[in-house]
């Protein structure tokens, strides 16, 4: 039945145009007519998609993590800049995550509600009954259930604690209901996520899909059992983190690892690793090529545990590249973020056995610092133009080059494909946002595994993959170290390895690292290198440059609610201090 032309064409819409389908909006269609109709039923859910985090460029041009320490938005009327000047509130939301995630959940639960009584076509199997078809509508339940996980989790990681409501509500129900706390909403999620696991197919891969009907490359894309526990190991690790378990009930800690386990471990009950693996990064597979359909990899590759669908453009590279390749430049890694990477080593910079020489400081580092910065004297090219980046005072790239130059001395690396060519000729990416990717659950199941046992062989373990496959020599990590020393390792490691996939602004949270005095000001503290020539072409860095002293107050650690929905029920109750 997925097979009929009139299908596709109608998927390919719905998964293009928001709210086409929506019964309250769409006045060519009565609901009746929807939900009498399998095609137009289905379209609810894939509608429903649409409203998932696509972390491109999303905030007026500018990256969420300008937001952090570890970037800086050069336009000053950029959106990003009202969360590191302080000018976000109730009144200034800048991330829209209310509205969106709430329109994501009641498209889930108006399917859910509706799905049942959807009248399906017959499709007999060879026994003569209609498995095909139970599995189908068994199957876009789970998705259902998964999507309207995803999307509270969405909520509870910036409001804490929201309304959770399974059925669509009118309009008195909607403007009468309370927030749950975040340990209820957390616990839901983690339902959603089992009940979803149960119902959904491991994959949709051509030949291979165990779902009848359903293994056409065009469904790749959809949940899976893997993104399913993938989530469900990510709420549990938000749960048992500092911001939502203040007593540190080590039990959160222990289900953190154990779910991430069951990812990880080909030998437990739920052996899906085998479908997944972490692609060893190479001078041609790096962290860009793995967000992007190429000749190396696939769409949906082995690393991608769920993403956003495919498409064709060059955003990234037209708001990202230098200003002298084409680009605007909007995302400035920070001095920061570069010190944070080790050495091709291993060895941490600060190290007196590291062997980093402060005057040529990208010289042998760990490969995913090229892979992620731009830095002065590296090759570089896109849009149809090759070069060697400037970024020193004078240079092409140089912070006096342009007013919206880079204020760092680094400009964005990772997600830029050379291919793309946007001026003289057009030659798009087709890229995806990877919203969980199997590194993301080496570094979940490590740091959970450290706060519940410490620092055991296991922890080592997934680690030590980690930096293999990013070619750090013999996978370094220092041996013997306290379990508050491995808790800082991971955190660096989880920065570098993820960096501008939108967790550090979430994680420095989630740990409650602005309560330390010292960690506080690296956190607020941004600075930039200073890169000047003498008369002899030699370069001068000072890799000490204060460029931004950054507001921060407890409050921040969660979001405001926005004013409006406290205005429309006077039963919800703003978070603290907003």
């Known amino acids: 039945m997925f097979k009929n032309i009139t299908f596709i064409i109608l998927l390919a819409s719905l998964l293009s145009c928001n709210d086409m389908l929506d019964p309250e909006l769409d006045g060519t269609l009565t609901e009746e007519e929807v939900w009498s109709n399998n095609n137009l039923a289905f379209g609810v859910l894939n509608n429903a998609y649409n409203f998932l985090p696509d972390g491109y460029n999303r905030l007026s ?23 590191k000047n302080g000018a976000w509130g109730p009144f200034n939301l800048i991330d829209e995550a209310w509205t969106r995630n709430y329109t994501g959940i009641r498209k889930a639960n108006l399917f859910l509600q509706k799905i049942d009584s959807v009248p399906l076509p017959r499709q007999s199997n060879a026994l003569g009954t209609d498995e095909s078809i139970l599995n189908t509508r068994e199957r876009m339940k789970g998705e259902a259930h998964f999507l309207r996980a995803y999307f509270y989790f969405e909520l509870v990681k910036r409001f804490g604690g929201v309304p959770i409501y399974d059925k669509p509500l009118s309009p008195e129900e909607a403007n009468t209901i309370e927030r749950s706390s975040a340990d209820a909403t957390f616990q839901y999620i983690i339902e959603q996520c089992d009940i979803a696991a149960e119902a959904l197919p491991t994959n949709y891969k051509p030949g291979d899909s165990p779902v009848v009907g359903f293994n056409e490359a065009k469904d790749e894309g959809r949940a899976t059992v893997g993104a399913a526990l993938a989530l469900k190991s990510r709420a549990l690790l938000y749960w048992a983190s500092p911001l939502f378990n203040p007593n540190n009930e080590v039990s959160r800690w222990e289900m953190a690892a154990e779910a991430a386990k069951a990812i990880l471990d080909p030998d437990g009950e739920e052996p899906i690793v085998a479908q997944y693996n972490l692609q060893r990064l190479t001078s041609s597979l790096t962290l860009s090529t793995l ?9 949906y590759h082995d690393e991608i545990i769920f993403s956003t669908k495919y498409n064709d453009n060059t955003t990234v ?10 680009g605007q430049g909007l995302t400035n890694p920070t001095q920061n973020l570069a010190d944070a990477f080790p050495m091709s080593n291993g060895k941490p910079i600060t190290d007196p056995t590291s ?20 830095a002065n004297g590296a090759d570089f090219n896109v849009n149809d133009r090759d070069g060697v980046m400037e970024t020193y005072k004078g240079g092409a790239d140089g912070s006096d080059a342009y007013p919206t130059a880079s204020q760092t001395g680094y400009y964005l690396q990772k997600f830029i494909m050379p291919d793309a060519a946007w001026e003289e000729r057009s030659v798009n990416i087709t890229r995806t946002w990877a919203l969980i990717r199997l590194a993301e659950i080496y570094l979940n199941y490590a740091e959970a595994r450290n706060e519940a046992f410490g620092p055991d062989q296991e922890v080592y373990f997934h680690l030590r993959m980690l930096r293999f496959r990013a070619g750090i020599r013999r996978a370094f990590v220092p041996t013997g170290m306290s379990q508050d020393e491995m808790r800082k390792f991971i955190q660096n490691e ?15 949270r989630r740990w409650r690292l602005f309560d330390d005095a010292a960690e506080r000001d690296k956190l607020l503290n941004i600075k930039g290198v200073s890169i000047t020539k ?9 890799q000490d440059l204060l460029l931004e002293q950054r507001p921060f107050t407890d409050n ?23």
């Open 291 to 299: 967000f992007s359909t190429n000749s190396l990899l696939d769409q």
């Open 61 to 83: 041009g500018g990256m969420l993590a300008a937001a952090t320490d570890d970037a800086i938005c050069p336009d000053p009327s950029n959106a990003v800049n009202g969360f």
């Open 494 to 508: 989880r920065r570098i390895e993820l960096a501008f996939e939108e967790h550090r602004f979430f994680d420095v």
């Open 317 to 326: 590279e037209r708001l990202n590249a230098p200003i002298s390749f084409g």
């Open 534 to 542: 003498d008369n002899t072409d030699m370069f001068l860095y000072d």
């Open 556 to 578: 921040m650690y969660l979001f405001p609610l926005p004013e409006n929905e406290l205005v429309k029920n006077n039963n919800l109750k703003q978070n603290p201090g907003w």
């Open 355 to 374: 062997g980093f020489d402060p005057q040529n400081p990208y010289q042998n580092r760990d490969p995913r610092f090229g892979m992620t910065l731009l």
